[in-house]
């Protein structure tokens, strides 16, 4: 059975740091792609970041240079390091896995397996 479970969400200020973590099981984690998404209520579900297999990664525009996905293969954990954070980036944080990896690394259709969320708030 699949799980994914999200960790590391809080309140900070703006211009503050969080680092997310999600941790996998029931599936083989290093061949997978995951990816991280955030969601405020009212609006779509986007994608933040992705990572493939080989250790590619993707970002949304608006986090570029401010947020770092990565993965530790042995831990079976996928992470997003969030700096620099500002008011606009407050959502709950999805984690999101599926087993082939194609052009869409952002796109939330494509993912089949996803995590509960984390709530991250960033205040002025």
């Known amino acids: 059975q699949v799980k994914l479970v999200e960790s590391g969400g809080g309140s900070v200020q703006a211009g503050g740091s969080l680092r997310l973590s999600c941790v996998a099981s029931g599936f083989t984690f290093t061949t997978y792609c995951m990816g991280w998404f955030r969601q405020v209520p009212g609006d779509d579900r986007e994608g933040v970041a992705g990572i493939r297999s080989d250790g590619t990664t993707f970002y949304d525009d608006s986090v570029k240079g401010r947020f770092t996905i990565s993965k530790d293969n042995a831990k079976n954990t996928l992470y997003l390091q969030m700096d620099s954070l500002k008011p606009e980036d407050t959502a709950m944080y999805y984690c999101?896995?599926?087993?082939?990896?194609?052009?869409?690394?952002?796109?939330?259709?494509?993912?089949?397996?996803w995590g509960r969320g984390t709530q991250v708030t960033v205040s002025p």
């Open positions: 999101a896995a599926k087993e082939f990896c194609d052009s869409e690394p952002l796109e939330k259709s494509t993912y089949t397996y």
